[in-house]
């Protein structure tokens, strides 16, 4: 099943970048125009933002529009540095933006601001509001399903006799609501829900502060899994857990495949991670920009639409993610070139690659 999804994930990175060119007239025009493109990131705490995202955006502009420059930001989880930003390249004169907004309500105005500007902005990952010009993201309650159920699988007959702690990601984002709804869907008539805890920020530390406060309340016996939104949660609810002197760890659940979270799950410390393929996102994305920026349309593109709070229709990629856990990392994670094995199994932990079946 794995290999076939893998396929259909390059096969829609191919097709995008096919579609971005067909639509603006071929290769044999696809250099004869240049433009700016502004990306706009939310923060270093999520390690895929810079690690991944970043360098393929930029990749994908470059093959399918030569002569296209693209200006960068990251706004440190600062929605008021973000807006700066935004101004920033509105005075530079870029063309598209694409924009992972550090706080969707927030950034409105910015938004609006580019829209009279005549920049058309793209919603990365995270659905803004305002008037945004398309959206690329993944089916954040697919998401939260796949994290819930991969928790009921490994709780196992612990499922009657745990409360699940529910670690909720950054309250100011919508995606983290859309999480907490799928999550839910599987596990509310299945579980108790011990305590729930929003995670300001996404941060490792609030993280790792909120579930001292579970194990607190609740005591570490009675803890039968935790639904983490991400894994720089799930980093911090492990660091809790082993500061409180839990020996055997509960699973934990986590998103975005960094590479210090495979190799938690690796040596069973976290139970699962989503993979969320960046490169077909970070394709889709660049192709919008370039149609936009070349005033073409995004039929081409687009395979679906969202509504928001204050759009309707909005032309949107909604991507399928995948779980992984430690059976699973060669046919999703290397298979798909995010990591090889000799980026995971590092020698520290090459006894635990051993026992996964990750080296001979």
């Known amino acids: 099943m794995s290999t076939r999804v893998g396929r259909a994930v390059a096969a829609l990175v191919a097709g995008l970048m096919t579609m971005s060119l067909a639509a603006c007239g071929g290769q044999g025009e696809a250099g004869t125009d240049s433009f700016s493109v502004g990306l706009l990131l939310p923060s270093r705490a999520v390690p895929r933002w810079e690690h991944a995202d970043k360098p393929l955006i930029e990749q994908r502009l470059k093959q399918l529009c030569p002569r296209c420059t693209m200006e960068y930001a990251n706004a440190e989880n ?23 907004a550090a706080d969707t309500r927030a950034l ?39 994290q819930g159920e991969a928790l009921l699988t490994a709780m196992g007959g612990r499922a009657d006799g745990g409360s699940v702690v529910m670690m909720n990601g950054d309250p100011t984002s919508p995606n983290a609501e859309w999480f907490r ?17 929003d995670t300001v920020d996404w941060s490792t530390d609030i993280a790792h502060a909120n579930m001292a406060a579970a194990v ?6 009675r803890i039968g899994g935790v639904l983490a939104a991400n894994d720089t949660i799930a980093a911090g609810v492990i660091s809790a857990l082993k500061k409180a002197g839990v020996k055997d760890l509960p699973p934990v659940t986590g998103q975005d495949a960094d590479l210090a979270a495979v190799q938690r799950i690796v040596k069973g410390e976290q139970y699962m991670t989503v993979y969320k393929p960046f490169r077909a996102e970070a394709a889709a994305a660049a192709a919008m920009a370039v149609a936009l920026g070349r005033g073409e349309g995004l039929r081409e593109v687009a395979t ?29 994670l290397v298979e798909d070139g995010v990591y090889t094995i000799d980026q995971i199994c590092t020698r520290e932990i090459r006894p635990a690659c051993e026992r996964a079946g990750l080296v001979p």
Do not use: C, W
């Not at 600062?78 to 992972?100: E, H």
């Not at 500007?117 to 399903?145: C, K, M, N, T, W």
């Open 78 to 100: 600062d929605a008021t540095r973000q807006r700066q930003q935004m101004m920033s390249m509105i005075t530079k004169g870029v063309r598209v933006m694409i924009l992972d």
């Open 108 to 146: 409105r105005s910015s938004i609006q601001e580019a829209h009279e500007a005549g920049v058309q902005v793209i919603a990365y990952d995270r659905l803004a509001e305002g008037p945004i010009s398309g959206y690329v993201s993944f089916d954040g309650g697919q998401v939260g399903r796949l």
């Open 181 to 197: 709804r799928g999550a839910l869907s599987v596990l509310k008539d299945m579980v108790k829900i011990g305590r729930s805890y």
């Open 216 to 221: 607190a309340a609740l005591g570490p016996d």
């Open 304 to 332: 679906t639409t969202t509504d928001s709070p204050t759009m309707k229709h909005i032309p949107s990629v909604l991507l399928s993610p995948r779980a992984v856990t430690v059976g699973n990392i060669k046919q999703t």
